[in-house]
């Protein structure tokens, strides 16, 4: 008999019972396609930045539109007082003229001119209070401080963003009995160097006229104009000129903060005698007020008006000749311009220390080209040059 074959079994091969059977490898179907990932996979590819463009600022080009930004903001103010204080006047004196011609008929120019002199205090009074409450309306959170009149470190609260909030310091140095008698000669000698220019010119047959003297002496014959001369205005001319004018300025230097409030005080006046004047007193009230308090300037400048100007010299005028009040004129000026330079000279050192540590650095002046300055310079320079030529050829 032949060998037993499995079912399922190869030729040859022996079943074994119970085992699975055998059966030949098969081959395997390969898919035609690979499979694909759902989205597409890209590689980030290295993009080129775009680098910003910035213009060059040139430094000094921005500092010197930070200062004219500085000098236009107090100048601007000051411009504005001085346009209230003059359009208030302006407006007093149409309503003056209306009410005397309804009032007075065919009255003649010389009782006009008398009533002008009696009502012109209560006039200027209206003024310059309309003036200070316009300043103090603009600058009231400085001015209600006590630092503005007393001096001190303060904060500031007005002007560019990176100045609000910073310290610093006005005034608020000790005043000595010795420093306030140099201040009163320095003082007297100003007064005396006008005297002596007007006397030099009279010498040569010329006399410089003042229209705001004129008129001051014309009208200085109530207690409203007195009262404006010695006390209200002297007030009020600090708080805009050093108060708020020149401690606007500090930060730009207190060098250029005093010069350039003397500037604007001169101008202020409309007048070319009184204008120089108050230009060279207005550098005494401003380091006053720079290094001492406003206090002690606005006291300066109530003595020189009321005291100096106003008391002593119509004592003199009334109980003296011509004759012996022109000798008590020039003894006085010659003493305080004599007293004026023993000072200057004795506290030299001081002096210009003062000036050398509180010098304006680069490009400062600079800051007289805003239009603020320039047209307040123009509009108050062309007046008192108008008034002085009309003065002097009438």
Known sequence: MGTPMGAAGAPGSVATPGAAPLYPSQPQLQPQYQPQPMWPTYYAQPMPMAVPTF?????????RTWRRKVVNRA??????????????????????????AATNPGGSSSSYDSAFNRWSGIMSLVAVFSAVGFLILMRHRD???????LGGPHRETYGETNQIGTISQYGARRMTPLACLAILVVALGVQGVIVLIQLAFSMFGTDLASPTSDSINESAITVSMWLYIGLIGPICEEMMFRGVLMKELKPLGKNFAILTSAIAFGLFHDDVVQGFFAFLFGLVLGYVAMEYSLVWSIALHIFN???????????????LSNMGYGIFSLALALG??????????????????????NRSGQDTYFGWTSWAFIVFVAINALLAITSFVSAMLG
């Open 55 to 63: 213009a060059a600022i040139d430094p000094r080009a921005w500092w």
């Open 75 to 100: 100048m601007g103010l000051t411009l504005a007082y001085d346009a209230v204080m003059m359009g208030v006047s302006i407006v007093a004196g149409i309503v003056f003229g209306a009410i005397y």
């Open 143 to 149: 001015i209600f401080t006590r630092e503005y009149w």
């Open 305 to 319: 008006n009321a005291i100096l100007s106003g008391v002593i010299d119509g004592l003199a005028s009334h109980f």
């Open 336 to 357: 305080g311009v004599v007293g004026a330079i023993i000072v200057l000279i004795v506290g030299r050192k001081q002096i210009g220390g003062f000036l050398r540590v």
